[in-house]
């Protein structure tokens, strides 16, 4: 059974972002991520996490100033020194919250510009290098650009190609099943050939990005098929309830209390 990680960014947003915690436990998960937790203190997530039995799956390194359009800094060479300071930040949350993997987003910047290619191979080793002397995983998340215009890692390809070349045990692939059903298709196929390198999975409708039992993808399927292919991480329910999350949970309903 997939081990579902309810997003607490964009789900249980009817709660405060510390209390959704609790909403996500009452409902059933048993393990959460969210993009970002560095508006709280470290100790503060922990707590939620601890109080309300909860793994912490994933979450995002800082990506620069989210507020000003930024996303990620990975393939801006002009700030590798403040990309290296939000890893040492990101760190400090990972510790506390005992969270595994950690995504690291690529920027807005052009996929074919040498300089952002360069940056970015540069910032994707270094940095999973130093999460891995830490003992995490890092994960490079394909984004398409109809929800990110101008995301620099808008091809799966180019994640798999980078990801074989480093060749770094702890650097793997966020498949994300929204983005690559909009930026390739072809989703069955894809996870089967791509499993080995696989570190974390997310899922939400297409094209709406609702609950995943509804539109396009038939996602029972592609849940069962995680199961054949022996994939043992987090599902990351990253989608934007239709209405209130908790009317939303009845695909949940068959999975909820038997997903690890
Ligand atoms: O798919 C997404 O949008 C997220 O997983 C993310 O990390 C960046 O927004
Ligand atoms: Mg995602």
């Not at 996500?24 to 939620?48: N, W």
């Not at 702890?170 to 069955?188: C, E, P, S, W």
């Not at 990005?209 to 038939?218: F, G, I, K, Q």
Request: with cysteine.
């Amino acid at each position: 059974m997939p081990n579902f990680a309810a997003n607490l960014t964009m789900m249980f947003t009817e709660w405060s972002f510390l209390d959704r915690f609790a909403a996500a436990a009452d409902a059933g998960f048993s393990a959460v991520e969210f993009l970002f937790p560095y508006e709280h203190p470290p100790e503060a997530v922990a707590a939620q996490l601890q109080r309300n039995g909860l793994t912490q799956a994933l979450f995002n390194l800082p990506p620069g100033d989210w507020g000003k359009g930024e996303r990620g800094l990975a393939a801006l060479p002009s700030r590798f020194s403040e990309l290296q300071a939000g890893v040492e930040t990101a760190l400090i949350y990972a510790e506390a919250t005992g969270c595994r993997s950690l995504h690291l987003m690529a920027g807005i910047a052009e996929a074919g510009d040498a300089r952002a290619s360069a940056a970015y191979r540069e910032a994707v080793a270094w940095t999973a290098e130093r999460v891995g002397a830490a003992g995490r995983t890092l994960v490079l998340e394909p984004i398409n650009r109809r929800d990110m215009p101008g995301y620099f890692l808008n091809d799966f390809a180019l994640a798999e190609d980078l990801i074989a070349a480093l060749a770094l045990p702890n650097l793997k692939l966020q498949f994300d099943i929204y983005h690559r059903a909009i930026m390739h298709g072809d989703v069955t196929m894809a996870l089967r050939r791509l499993m080995p390198t696989i570190g974390h999975i997310q899922i939400a409708s297409v094209p709406s990005r609702h609950e995943p039992d509804a539109e396009e993808l038939n996602y029972p399927f592609l849940l069962a098929e995680l199961d054949r292919l022996g994939y043992e991480g987090f599902v990351g329910c990253e989608y934007r309830p239709a209405g209130a999350t908790i009317d939303g949970l009845g695909w949940f309903k068959p999975y909820r209390g038997i997903s690890a």
